[in-house]
């Protein structure tokens, strides 16, 4: 079949070879195909043309507008010369403005004759103005009765100035959707289409880019957003067949000595039934024969270390070495300590390996993990590096996953020629739908349920009138022989300044309780790694009382005498780096505080972000709060996946579009892996395609 779809932009009409340069450089757009996918983010409704008289109410939005223009006169000379006129209907009139092509603006308004004018109402020195509105002349270059919903392109600033606009947009794709010649291959199957009712691609491009109402833009965007979703899920799920397919799981099929008697005789604590269930699910993936690829979610203090520690002696159980990797070197070397004191008695061999190792150690302890002697090994990054060789490597966990990409686990795999297998736990819960489009390649374990006996956080909100009250406060906790972590936020990008503003901080904190009645452990940025280990060493072993610090003590760190935990500027923070941080405290048996400062007034996010962390301690609700303010492109660990190719969905609303896209997507490779039969041809020929991208950081 020729592919029309295939024409180069700049045989339509309307697109000469300029226009279509910038096409091609500014947004990907060489073919007609390529023209049509470039989606519209919104509609507006055409049809509706407000009187001007009303035009204050509608200040700084777009609107349409009706009647004749009044030419009027230039202002100003060279490049700010400018033209004015004035639109007039039975109601009153509005002044139009134009910077730029004032003259031939000038010359191209006719008198006497009707107009629409669309653009967005300005208040400016007490009257109001539309500056460079859009003008069609009603009857020639359009009918009152086409108007309609009308779609709204992204666009750049190089295409606005090759002239390349909106109304150009809409116009050419109008032009082709209705042209019999350029119908769409449909890439969803009938089966799919039938059950959901949905219109045939064609139909739904057609919808999309040139709507005769409001339920054909509905239905359209319905359909869209269900093949955007599935494909997404499909990849997921066909990169995890593959895997499944490709290489063969190391099978541990015995729980033996290490793992009966550390849980016999070391446990530290009854697991919750929720570690039982998890730590089932991992023992059946790592004796299935297939690699394990297990995501595990767990709000903050749930325990999920104590399921990678237990995972890791399943490992050497049979005869394998472990690894661990942090996402800092805080926190690994708080794990290596960690698991080290709880795996002695076993007589194991635990090491640390960070980018601050000396290169001696580092050599000897290369030595002793391919020789086998270095039973687990914890660490940063550093561990991907490829001189990091294990003798057999048989588990990798990725502790706080956030901040590690898809492509960093994959460098993981390759570690060994039969694959480790690969536990990823969460910092804190991240929403289902972002999971599954994160992590849909992944099979998931929740830690639903907090070890017994934990007492709920107190948290409060304060502001500078009630620091004395605060520090008072602190006063009677210390007394009390508890510990507090006071945290500044971080200032991006000037470590100088993030210092400044801790120190200032500990100015603040220290005049209310001084040194040195009162001990400090202060941890920043700056420090080395060894500094940063003492200073944490202190407070862990209670020789300070109050643990000044920045962020980097957000994840893992454990001190369970710490009750407070006070964050100043609190309206800097994202929800799920609050949560975190709040996650340091209620560790211990004692009742344990959260105490919010912030600065007045509050932008209406700011607000809803400290409200949410007074309401509720449950991790899952914070995560969906932050998703929604958030939005999924601006969480962590989203830029290496799929999520910011979607142009029409939003997790956020279209939850129930996901999961019936992903079911569909399951159903497909469980009837037909290879996707080889017939009736799934339209997959198999979408996935041949390369797909068009929207080159969104140009889009302004
Ligand atoms: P997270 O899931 O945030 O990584 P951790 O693994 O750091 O949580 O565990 C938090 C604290 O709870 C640790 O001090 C740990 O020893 C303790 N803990 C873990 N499981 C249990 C349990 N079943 N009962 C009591 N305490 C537990
Ligand atoms: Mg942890």
Redesign the pocket.
Known sequence: MPEALDTKIEFLKGVGPAKAQALNTELGIFTVADLLSHYPFRHEDRSKIIPIIQTPEYTDIYVQLKGTIIPGEFQGTGAAMRYTATLRDETGQIELIWFQGAKWIAESIKSKTPYLAYGKIQAYRGHFNIAHPELQIIGVEIQLSQLGLTPVYPLTEGLKRKKVENKLLAKLSKQIVEDARFSMRENLPAAIIRKFNFPTKTDAIKWLHAPKNPTELDRATQRLKFEELFYLQLRHLQLKGTRNRTYKGLIFENVGAYFMDYYQKYL?????DA?KRVIKEIRLDMKSGKQMNRLLQ?D???????VAQLSMLLALDNGYQSCLIAPTEILAQQHAIGITEALEPLGLRVALLTGSTTKKNRNTLLEALVQGEIHILIGTHALLEDDVQFKQLGLVVIDEQHRFGVAQRARLWKKGTVLPHVLVMTATPIPRTLAMTLYGDLDVSVIDQL??GRKPIITVHRNESNRALVMEFLKEEIAKGRQVYYVFPLIEDSPKLALQSLMSGYDTVSAYLPPPTYTYSLLHGRLKPAEKELEMQKFKSGKTQIMIATTVIEV?V?V?NASVMVIENTERFGLSQLHQLR?RVG?GAEQSFCILMSGYPLSANGKKRIQTMVRTTDGFEIARVDLELRGPGELDGTKQSGILDLKLSDIRKDESILIAARSEAEKCLQQDELLVLPENAPIQLELQKTPHRTIWSKIS
């Open positions: 530290p604590f009854e697991l919750t570690q767990g903050v203090g749930s325990g999920k270390t104590m070890p017994k893992g454990n369970p996650g560790r």
